[in-house]
């Protein structure tokens, strides 16, 4: 059975395949702290070393996904442990590494897809750590906001890479410029979300859709078309898809998952495929840099 892990600021679970991260500061509305950060690490690494972990679910609890930085913490200058954080994470050309970076770099750079449930309050880091997922799931009252130039910031978690990418490059300066609060409808329409429900109705949904991922699909196969999707922005020509799709479908082929996919196929049943990750995962695909070495 897979570990839990109960950190100091989430909680992590594996049911049936899939791990649950669920932020757990519900009296501060999950507000972020650099001690999070380094939770959030912890919990995608025990996902991504965990065989038995299909899809990670990422979520909030008391009504909120993660209502921005503790600001509270923000104006001791502390936003948690810091000798804790400067130690773990560094510095990049002698400042410390912002922590929202930090932990959005840890998911983007995640084995495993992830899906967030997104429900109340997501501004800020709660609304750029999302960016690095895989699906977004939202309800109807939620509302993003990129407010950092309201409040003498400017925007974090390399939001300023993944935003432009996940919606239009106009919408995007649109939404960092002015910090205003955006809603389901246009998170939806933009394509910040990608389905928004009934607030009663979002980890729900989220869950169909991890279970729809991790009964039906190969786990190596979504994790290297994770990788080769995420890859691809970073790069400028199509060739770097075409060499790493071919690698990729060279390695597929000579897989014991096909023969499980083409066989369950024709026999009209759920297959199981016999390949894990990370153990079984093949050094096929490259994953995105977490800390390029030229910064």
Partial sequence: ???????????YDVVDHVATVRFNRPEKRNTFTKQMALDIAEA???SDADDDVRVVVVTGSGG????????????????????EFATTAGDITGVERDSGGFAALAIAQSLKPV?????????????TLTLPMDVRVVGESTRYGFVFNRRALVPEAASTWFLPRVVSPGKAMEWVLTGRLVGADEALTSGLANHAVADDQVEAKAFEIAREIA??????SVSMSRQ???RGLEVDSPWYAHAAESRALAERF???DLAEGIGSFFEK???????????????AVERPAQRPQDV
């Avoid at 899906?115 to 609304?127: E, K, N, P, T, Y």
């Avoid at 009964?215 to 190596?220: E, N, P």
């Fill in 1 to 11: 059975m897979s570990p839990s892990l109960r950190l100091a600021n989430l909680d």
């Fill in 44 to 46: 995608f690494a025990a």
């Fill in 64 to 83: 909120h996904f993660c209502a921005g930085a503790d600001l509270e913490a923000a104006l001791s200058g502390t936003l948690g442990d810091s000798d």
């Fill in 115 to 127: 899906v967030a449930a997104v429900s109340g309050s997501a501004v800020g880091i709660g609304a």
């Fill in 215 to 220: 009964d039906h699909t190969s786990a190596v």
């Fill in 228 to 230: 080769m999707l995420w």
């Fill in 254 to 256: 000579a897989s014991a």
């Fill in 269 to 283: 049943r759920t297959p199981a495929f016999p390949m894990t990750v990370p153990s079984q995962l093949p050094d």
